[in-house]
């Protein structure tokens, strides 16, 4: 499990690097956890703030190095508590300068990829030096057998659509080549139902379509949306669903819940309508089955508090 969460940061802090470094050659990030893995210090590599990031000074290297505040340090100088007994997830080895900084301000772990063989033809007297400092500080230096894998590209998992004739949205996928895989139904408190129809094409992502009993949540969702059917949410697939949760979370996307939702062989998260595309969007890791009847519900009843574009 701690390994799992070595990789999670350690790929946060490469995202955070990747993402947020403005440096040409080698950017950085830096996630400072405590032992329940919570962030409690992020950074990147960059010039001091308000000390301009300029092309002329980013691409001169002698100039960029003197002006440049590392991952790790920015990370501690950001750090929101006390460091003492936390953990640095590094997407580089440490440098020596960086790991007096971290010995000092009582950081206990620090995890890294291995470092590539121009990294450790560049940086690797540091390294060395650094995990050196930290045999003797007694600080645990923990390298990663792999490097960050790079992140596959999301693919398109799913489509959902609500409609008021699933019957002949069904006959309808069967003559575009579909087949109607499973067919379940939700049944709400109020006695109301849903069902809903899993499609699977020759190839390519599925198609789910839902029809409500007249009233329910489903059915007014319909009613809002021109009383016909619309997409209701497009799921795509990635390696991470906490993982994404995060990177998004990072560029203002908001979540239907905190936490991603999790079922045998299942995890999945939706954001709430999207407020460029007016849907919903769904991030989903899978073994087999794409949904859970549990988290159908469950993202039914959470949709009907949302009521999007209800008044338009
Ligand atoms: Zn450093």
């Known amino acids: 499990m701690s390994e799992e ?3 999670k940061l350690v790929g946060l802090a490469n995202y955070i690097g990747s993402e947020w470094s403005k440096d040409p050659s080698t950017k950085v990030g830096c996630v400072l956890a405590n032992d329940r893995h919570v962030p409690v210090g992020l950074g990147y590599n960059g010039f001091p703030r308000k000390i301009a990031d300029t092309p002329e000074r980013l691409n001169h290297r002698p100039t960029k190095y003197k002006l440049v505040v590392h991952a790790e340090v920015n990370a501690v100088l950001n750090a929101t508590q006390s460091l003492v007994g936390t953990t640095a997830y590094n997407s580089l080895a440490p440098c020596s300068d960086c790991m007096k900084l971290m010995i000092n301000a009582g950081i206990k772990r620090v995890v890294f990829p291995k470092p590539s063989a121009d990294e450790l033809e560049r940086w690797g007297e540091s390294f060395e030096l650094a995990s050196d400092m930290a045999d003797e500080a007694g600080v645990e230096m923990v390298q990663l057998s ?5 992140p596959t590209p999301m693919t398109l998992d799913h489509i959902a659509y609500r409609v008021k004739d699933r019957l002949a949205a069904v006959e309808w996928h069967v003559t575009l080549g579909y087949r109607e895989e499973t067919v379940f139904v939700i049944d709400f408190d109020d006695g109301s139902k849903a069902t809903c129809s899993v499609m699977i094409p020759e190839e390519g992502p599925e198609v789910f379509i839902s029809q409500g009993t007249p009233g329910s ?4 969702w319909v009613d809002a949306h021109g009383g016909v059917g619309a997409v209701h949410h497009t799921a795509y ?3 991470d669903v906490g993982l994404t949760m995060a990177q998004l979370g990072m560029k203002g996307v908001k979540f239907l819940s905190d936490k991603p939702l999790t079922c045998p062989g299942l995890v999945q998260v939706f954001t709430k309508p999207d407020p460029r595309t007016g849907i919903i969007y769904e991030f989903i890791e899978r073994e087999s089955q794409g949904f859970c009847q549990e988290n159908v519900k469950d993202l039914m009843i959470s949709t009907d508090e949302e009521k999007p574009h209800e008044k338009s």
């Open 237 to 239: 697939r990635v390696d």
């Open 5 to 7: 969460w070595d990789k």
């Open 217 to 220: 949540i489903v059915d007014r």
């Open 146 to 150: 792999t490097p960050p894998a790079p």
